[in-house]
């Protein structure tokens, strides 16, 4: 065994493996993987093998699409059989919002270039003969679609690497891992020490206990999954006598489960509700090839429903059933990266859908390991998405929601119940009291719209479909109010969310934004490290507020961070509320080492008011004896403040494009500010707003967000950001890179579009947009401005088509309409109302 590689791979699952291989690929042969038993022996071994392209995230569709091309290529370059069977997958759609969520789906998929077919019930008897079509409206095909043999596949990764150079130690547990004092990791094994530069952690079932090495909480956690085989069928095999084509993978996405073909029989996987956590603690040392015991009753219902759909499958036997472990995350999607607060140490860990992830997984680890960067974004997958309020108690339930989950409708607008409410600002009862519908984000509460008092939905409007899956609608209230219908298209709140908007515009409203990211830097080198590491300049008068980007080294936007500067060598930076331990890890990483610079993040200390439109300065006036006309305190200018008795730091800022300004308190006068700013608000028609309103407002001021408008895919300037860049500065992170970008040319430019013929529609983000019938670019973000009264679209475009007027169109929900260039910041361009 090797004593120093460049990388130790801990775990020889299909993950494991595919990143070694990817590693040695991309010409680091110095690489090994060690594995504590055999090759497979955790989940790979007892998965289905299936490969499903369908997913509605951006970065995980990429990732899927990735491992269904490279797994075909890869038993060509080795010459190892993987099982690959290209027999296409159906899905299912039982009810109309079901139908929406493929034609949703359909328009991401182009945009990543994946092939999916829309069909009829008709077309579906036709490919699959053995399924009734009762009750279908319809069914989405992915031709490229179909299954694999996990561990054939494993293996072949395996002789892939080795052909490579890499290496690979079986029986061999990892015991402990430390940090070097120069850099790098001491790996030790049961056969010895292994110094490496870089640590990948997949180790799957393990994954908590290999955290725990590091001091790190994974959050990953197993859930049992079962799926039972059938005996022959006689009218399978006579199939496969005749010769005629297997039968693709059917999935009744109402009914949550997946049947295919195996041997002349049948596979039937339910994801079911109620199926537990498992390995909590971790598995035992001695665990190898595990399987739990079978529980049939907890799968009744989805038997019955395959049985009713494809009643063949009620005429066998069931030949063996399996019941093992697949690992979990709190949204069910991996974690792809970089662990937080360590260097070089990356995980690839929660893979639930593990086969059809691991290549395109260990594609892009690999480019991040090597060359600094993934090439697609990974912000879906980040492992830094997590913070620290993920427990064990959190993830037990937020994994086994996931789980059961996996066949249920995702809509734009859903917000899933379990582990909530759990991190709450001070003011969440009053917001509730005051018709708070809530949504959650990197767990903290906040109100997305408001609703009327009593207010709540009929059955008549609510409509359930009659399937087994059919949850469509918020959690009823303790009063037995259900308030919100989910849907790809406007639901009930969207006047409600109209009215927010418009109320801002003309008088003066309070948003809750408490769960922003914010950090404290200070030091005798803070302003230097500061300027070294955004793209724009930092504000270099005390008081000054900005906009700053941390851009990635090749000029794509990684982080965007608002900067007040409150004392000569002191600043204050705020960022988006998801990204907190993302930023702060970045933050930490590019840190001076040399003490001239100090980093404290201060999130839970501090609350956040946003109080804005055209009244905002009055009622502010009315609790501060600070001067806010504008003279004294002008646009992007922040200053201490007492707040009735109360104190904070007012930011003359917002994200709605109105005068307004941002309110950062003590977290723990926040009730006092509350109360006091509604009482002297109260003749002036002072209510709460949401942060669907925020997200309509902000669209009209064509504000980015990451990590849609800005994304590490997108340079800095192909997002519109050209004025937040100054090349005249000496240097700063992605410079040389951003200029080699443009001296390349660009592919992409960022527009604000009008969207025609809008009925009950508007597009979300990630719709294709054509020009000529040829697919020219993708929308980012989408909704209605009710200020200018149009359906707008942001998104990314071929330069070509980023003229003003330029027309195209848009596919939203399998139908096209017109689309319009028009001028960014379609409401207020010259910021009036902001500088008022």
Known sequence: MKSSARVVVIGGGVAGVATLYHLAKKGWADVVLVERKELTSGSTWHAAGLLPLFNMSYSVGQIHKYSVDFYQRLEKETGHSVGFRQVSNIRLAMSEDRLDEYRYYAGVARTIGVDVRLL?????????PLCRTDGLLGAIQHPDDGYIQPADLTQALAAGARSLGAEIYRHNAVTALAELPGGGWSVTTEDGVIDCEHVVCASGNFARKTGAMVGLDIPVIPVQHQYLVTEPHPDIVARKQKGLPEMGVLRESDSSWYLREENGGLILGPYEHGAPCCYVDGPDEHSEYELFEADLDRLEPHIEAAIARVPAFGEVGIKQMYNGAICYTPDGNPIIGPAWGLNNFWLNEGHSFGITAAGGAGWQLAEWIVDGE???????????????????????????????????THYPDEERAAA?????????????????V???????????????????LSDDVINRPATLLHRNHSLATDAGLIKEKWSFRRSNYFDFV????????????????????????????????????????????VG???????????????SEFTVHRTGPEQFYLVSAGAFERHDF??????????????????????????????????????????????AAFPWLVGKEAD?????????????????????????????????????????????????????????????????????????????????????????????????????EGFRWQFVTAEMGGADGVDARGSEPIYRAGELVGRSTSGGYGWRVGKSLVLGMVAPECATVGTQMEIEVLGQRYALVVIDESPFDPDNARLRS
Not at 120 to 128: F, G, H, Y
Not at 387 to 407: D, H, I, P, T
Not at 500 to 519: I, N, P, R, T, Y
Not at 615 to 624: A, D, V, W, Y
Request: charged residues 25%; proline residues 6%.
């Open 374 to 408: 993934p090439t697609i974004d990974m912000m879906g997958v980040d492992p830094r998405r997590f913070g620290s309020y993920a427990s064990q108690g959190y993830l037990r339930a937020k994994n086994e929601e996931a789980y059961a989950q996996v066949f249920t």
């Open 585 to 630: 890890d970045y933050l930490q990483k590019l840190r001076p080492r040399d003490g001239t610079v100090d980093l404290q993040k201060i999130t839970t200390q501090q609350g956040v008011f946003v109080l804005a439109g055209p009244r905002s300065r009055e009622l502010l006036q009315r609790i501060t004896r600070v001067d806010l006309s504008n």
């Open 643 to 743: 707040l009735g008795v109360a104190h904070g730091r007012v930011l003359r800022v917002n994200f709605v494009g109105e005068l307004g300004y941002e309110l950062h308190h003590p977290i723990e006068m926040q009730n006092y500010l509350f109360d006091l700013l509604f009482e002297a608000g109260e003749d002036l028609g002072l209510r709460p707003f949401g942060i669907r309103a925020m997200d309509a407002l902000r669209l009209e001021k064509s504000y980015r967000l990451v990590p849609r408008e800005l994304s590490i895919e997108y340079a800095a300037l192909e997002s519109g950001l050209q004025r937040f860049v100054k090349f005249d500065k000496p240097d700063f992170i992605g410079k040389a890179g951003l200029s080699r970008w443009q001296e």
């Open 420 to 436: 909530r409410p759990l991190k709450r600002s001070p003011c969440y009862e009053r917001m509730r009291d005051k018709g708070a």
């Open 438 to 456: 809530f949504g959650v984000i990197y767990g903290w509460e906040r109100p997305n719209w408001f609703a009327p008092p009593e207010y709540g």
């Open 120 to 128: 009829s019930p008709d077309e579906v008897q036709t490919i699959w």
């Open 498 to 541: 109209g009215e927010e908007c418009l109320h801002v515009h003309h008088q003066v409203g309070l948003l809750d934004m408490s769960a922003f990211a914010k950090f404290e830097v200070s030091g005798p080198g803070a302003s230097r490290w500061l300027e070294a590491l955004f793209a724009n300049r930092i504000p270099h008068q």
């Open 544 to 558: 000054r507020v900005g906009l700053c980007h941390l851009l990635t080294d090749k000029g794509g936007v990684r």
